[in-house]
């Protein structure tokens, strides 16, 4: 079975520059997660989808920060002018009946 | 959710059983322990989890203590590539599948020594 597929792997970009991150959960999955994890920190929740809809975007910067899940299966993350802090690595993951949640390799983004 | 208290770091001798400890005194009816593994550059992997009986799978095992205050992590035979920060999370799992964001701690940086 295929895990949770995300790309890119890695992203330059300039400060004040869009940059997206793309998730491919696994099949089956209905629920499905974006984290954000500074260096040296654990992961941090940024929004939840059950399905297409966002049930939990409390910890998203909505300002510059924006998601969609379309047809409840894939899942895009953009930022929108990206800063230097936000420079980290953006995790997917989605979850099994039992609670377990499944993580990708992540997208380490560099904001220069 | 419930907060959980783990050692810094541990080492262990390669060959060895690692035994990882984590503190949930304040764990509810409702909650699980979860554990994940954090290896350098990748991803979080799940690992396993429990209610209240002790679990085993082909990774690990999980022994929760009888109040359900604690529980320890074991790696049967620790090998090299087992060398990871190791996180133990207390959450309400849902019925009928969903479950909400995962809060990590600063969890258990294990180092397994040749």
């Given at each position: 079975?295929?895990?949770?597929?995300?790309?890119?792997?890695?992203?330059?970009?300039?400060?004040?520059?869009?940059?997206?991150?793309?998730?491919?959960?696994?099949?089956?999955?209905?629920?499905?997660?974006?984290?954000?994890?500074?260096?040296?920190?654990?992961?941090?929740?940024?929004?939840?989808?059950?399905?297409?809809?966002?049930?939990?975007?409390?910890?998203?910067?909505?300002?510059?920060?924006?998601?969609?899940?379309?047809?409840?299966?894939?899942?895009?993350?953009?930022?929108?002018?990206?800063?230097?802090?936000?420079?980290?690595?953006?995790?997917?993951?989605?979850?099994?009946?039992?609670?377990?949640?499944?993580?990708?390799?992540?997208?380490?983004?560099?904001?220069? | 959710?419930?907060?959980?208290?783990?050692?810094?770091?541990?080492?262990?001798?390669?060959?060895?059983?690692?035994?990882?400890?984590?503190?949930?005194?304040?764990?509810?009816?409702?909650?699980?322990?979860?554990?994940?593994?954090?290896?350098?550059?990748?991803?979080?992997?799940?690992?396993?989890?429990?209610?209240?009986?002790?679990?085993?799978?082909?990774?690990?095992s999980l022994i929760i203590t009888e109040d359900r205050k604690s529980s320890t992590l074991i790696l049967p035979h620790a090998t090299l590539r087992d060398t990871a920060v190791y996180y133990c999370i207390v959450r309400v799992r849902r019925s009928g599948g969903g479950a909400d964001g995962l809060t990590f701690g600063k969890g258990t940086h294990l180092?397994?020594?040749?």
């Amino acid at each position: 079975e295929a895990g949770v597929v995300q790309s890119p792997r890695y992203k330059i970009i300039e400060k004040k520059q869009p940059v997206a991150f793309w998730c491919n959960p696994i099949s089956g999955h209905n629920t499905l997660y974006w984290y954000r994890q500074n260096l040296g920190q654990g992961p941090e929740l940024l929004i939840r989808y059950e399905n297409e809809e966002a049930v939990d975007d409390s910890q998203l910067p909505k300002d510059r920060f924006s998601a969609e899940r379309l047809k409840g299966v894939d899942s895009t993350l953009k930022i929108q002018p990206a800063e230097l802090g936000d420079s980290a690595v953006y995790l997917c993951a989605s979850s099994s009946r039992d609670g377990a949640q499944y993580f990708g390799p992540g997208t380490r983004l560099l904001v220069l | 959710d419930a907060k959980t208290t783990q050692p810094t770091s541990m080492d262990c001798a390669e060959g060895r059983a690692a035994n990882l400890p984590c503190n949930h005194s304040t764990i509810s009816g409702n909650e699980y322990v979860y554990w994940y593994r954090q290896i350098h550059s990748q991803g979080p992997q799940y690992i396993i989890h429990g209610l209240k009986n002790n679990e085993t799978n082909e990774m690990a095992s999980l022994i929760i203590t009888e109040d359900r205050k604690s529980s320890t992590l074991i790696l049967p035979h620790a090998t090299l590539r087992d060398t990871a920060v190791y996180y133990c999370i207390v959450r309400v799992r849902r019925s009928g599948g969903g479950a909400d964001g995962l809060t990590f701690g600063k969890g258990t940086h294990l180092i397994i020594q040749p």
